[in-house]
Each structure stands twice: as C-alpha cells, then as structure tokens.
C-alpha cells in the first residue's frame, strides 16, 4: 500500500515528443505538487494544487501541464521535449499543517 | 524570498559515531515549518524529522535529533550511532505555514554524508 505512486519510474524518449507522468497518492492529502530535481541534485517546486485547483505555478515553460482529475490524482504532461528537461521529477503530497510525503520519482532522459 | 542554505556539500562520519549536518534559513515569517529529508541512493525522498517553529523544544526522532535556534535562523541535523544506512543527501527544507495543508517546500542544496565501517 503504496502511499504516493508515480508511473512510470523511468522514461527515455527523443527530442520533441509528448509524455505524460502520472501520480496518485492514497493518504487522503488535500494538496499535491510536483518537484524537479536537476542534475546537481536541487529540488525546485513546478506546480501546486490543492483540491484540484492550481495554486501554484512556478516559472516553468509551458509546454508542462499539470492535470488533475481528482483530489488524489496530480498528472504532469510534457509537450515538445528538451534535453533540458531531462531530470528527476517527483510528486508529493501534505496534509493540514503536516510534512510532505514523495513519490520514488520519475527519471526523464530525454535524447 | 525565502532561502535555505546548507553550507557542508559534502560530510564523512565513522560508524557509530555522531555527525552533526548544518543548516540555516532566511524568512522574516514567524510561523513556518522545518524539516530534514534523506534521499539515499535509491532516489526515495525519506522525510527523517520535522520541526514547527513555535515549538522552543528540540524535535527527536530515535537516533536523529535537530538543534532549532529560532533567533539565528540554524537548523542543524544530529544523527548518534552513526550507522551504513544513514549514508545519503540529506536535504533540509522549509515551508512557511499557511494554516492549511498548502505550502512548497524550499530546499537547501543538500549534504552528501559516506559513513565508513
């Protein structure tokens, strides 16, 4: 029982395609976010929802585009892909007042 | 804006010893949470301690144990007993409190701790 999960774990893909990862978390958490962790390791919030409504939106290209069907579900699309964009992208969740919890995240390789 | 600094890029400790990782912050909030995450080699971002800026005492978690000096802004990381699975980054973060479940974490640059048998 897995509390936040992220698919896929990896994903390597060529220069201008489309992808898509999905998150889900089962711990009943009002918000969710997404974090992208470049090559040096540093952790940078992209986007925040809470209850399924954008609260936050860094500065990040808009060829991202976070989607959320429900309260438990935080998808990240990615038109046009850079080999900037490769990354370690992971997905998290808090509670009221509480911690954030993460996902095992996704490695984009984009070649 | 609100930053977080980790000034030890890299940390070694020897098993079953103590090793203290550092951390300061700036905010001119007052109502704010801090926390210390592991992210060992498996990329899993482990929550290890947090710590709510209205509390005067110390967080402990079993081995880890945080030093909050709320007036100088530092959040330092003990870990007692070193052991070889403490071996990680470890991240220090921040999120100011919004009253609600809202609120980014802000991340410092990490510490890599090796632990030698």
């Known amino acids: 029982d897995t509390a936040v999960s992220q698919t896929p774990k990896y994903l390597v893909t060529q220069m201008g395609n489309d992808k898509s990862i999905k998150c889900e978390q089962n711990?009943?958490?009002?918000?969710m976010y997404w974090y992208k962790q470049d090559s040096k390791k540093f952790l940078k919030i992209m986007f925040s929802y809470n209850n399924k409504e954008l609260i936050i939106n860094e500065t990040v290209p808009n060829r991202f585009s976070p989607k959320s069907p429900d309260k438990a579900h935080l998808n990240l699309h990615i038109n046009s892909l850079e080999l900037g964009d490769s990354a370690v992208y992971f997905c998290?969740?808090?509670?009221?007042?509480?911690?954030?919890?993460f996902g095992p995240g996704t490695r984009l390789t984009v070649l | 804006a609100q930053t977080v600094t980790q000034s030890q890029p890299e940390m070694s400790v020897q098993e079953a010893e103590t090793v203290t990782l550092s951390c300061t912050y700036d905010?001119?909030?007052?109502?704010?949470?801090l926390f210390w995450y592991k992210q060992p080699p498996s990329r899993q971002m482990i929550l290890v301690i947090r710590?709510?800026?209205?509390?005067?005492q110390n967080a402990t978690e079993n081995r880890f144990s945080v030093n909050f000096q709320k007036a100088a802004k530092s959040f330092s990381l003990k870990i007692s007993d070193s052991q070889l699975g403490d071996a990680a980054m470890y991240f220090c973060?921040?999120?100011?409190?919004?009253?609600?479940?809202?609120?980014?974490?802000?991340f410092g640059k990490g510490t890599k701790l090796s632990v030698k048998p």
């Open positions: 998290a969740s808090s509670a009221l007042r509480g911690a954030q919890y």
């Open positions: 905010t001119s909030e007052s109502d704010y949470y």
């Open positions: 711990l009943g958490h009002d918000t």
């Open positions: 973060a921040y999120r100011k409190d919004y009253g609600g479940s809202q609120g980014n974490l802000i």
């Open positions: 710590q709510e800026a209205y509390k005067q």
